[in-house]
């Protein structure tokens, strides 16, 4: 079975960074467990990465979420912690400008994987995007979350979160755990 883990956005911005929160680092070890977990059984590894300008404030974004974030080229744009130091080149990797990834979805209509998995932040922003991205691009495919791998600032929109990802027939392991 061709299966993919995506993770998404584990930033140093979303993490410790401009818009940080302690859940979130909880999930480093849980994530790079995914990553191993993936790799040794021949998965592929996605990452995406929020990307931004110097005029992000500009944004329509910046305008509803008005703190500066994931400027490329800064160590907030980086991956956090043990993630990055499991990240390996040959993994593939999606900036994107906004909350689901345009090129990840395209990539995906192309891909013939069988199982996705998603894991990362902000689980009611983000990885809800780039979930019904990846339901929209292989409408057959399984999709998975690992709800102790992922976590939102707000504990209620997480859980809003969960319940959005089981109504597109994702699968939420560990809920409420």
Request: glycine share 8%.
């Given at each position: 079975?061709?299966r993919?883990?995506?993770v998404v956005?584990?930033q140093n911005?979303?993490?410790?960074g401009?818009?940080?929160f302690?859940?979130a680092k909880?999930?480093?070890g849980?994530?790079?467990?995914?990553?191993?977990?993936?790799?040794?059984?021949?998965?592929d590894?996605i990452?995406?990465l929020?990307?931004?300008?110097?005029?992000?404030?500009n944004?329509?974004e910046?305008?509803?979420?008005?703190?500066?974030h994931?400027?490329k080229?800064?160590?907030?744009?980086?991956?956090?912690?043990?993630?990055?130091q499991?990240?390996?080149?040959?993994d593939?990797y999606?900036e994107?400008?906004?909350y689901?990834?345009?090129a990840?979805?395209?990539y995906?209509?192309?891909?013939?994987?069988e199982?996705?998995e998603?894991c990362g932040?902000?689980?009611?922003?983000?990885?809800?995007?780039n979930?019904?991205?990846a339901?929209?691009?292989l409408p057959?495919?399984d999709i998975?979350?690992?709800?102790?791998?992922?976590?939102?600032?707000d504990?209620?929109?997480?859980?809003?979160?969960l319940?959005?990802l089981?109504?597109?027939?994702?699968e939420?392991?560990?809920?409420g755990n």
């Amino acid at each position: 079975m061709k299966r993919c883990l995506i993770v998404v956005d584990y930033q140093n911005d979303f993490v410790s960074g401009s818009l940080g929160f302690e859940k979130a680092k909880a999930l480093d070890g849980r994530i790079c467990e995914k990553i191993k977990g993936y790799r040794a059984a021949g998965g592929d590894i996605i990452f995406t990465l929020d990307t931004h300008g110097e005029d992000y404030l500009n944004t329509r974004e910046g305008r509803c979420i008005p703190t500066q974030h994931c400027i490329k080229g800064t160590d907030g744009h980086c991956l956090y912690g043990k993630t990055a130091q499991a990240a390996l080149p040959d993994d593939m990797y999606f900036e994107k400008s906004t909350y689901g990834s345009d090129a990840l979805y395209e990539y995906l209509k192309t891909a013939d994987y069988e199982s996705i998995e998603l894991c990362g932040v902000v689980s009611n922003i983000c990885v809800v995007s780039n979930a019904v991205l990846a339901r929209t691009a292989l409408p057959e495919a399984d999709i998975t979350v690992d709800a102790l791998c992922t976590a939102s600032g707000d504990d209620k929109m997480n859980e809003s979160a969960l319940d959005i990802l089981e109504s597109i027939s994702a699968e939420v392991k560990n809920r409420g755990n």
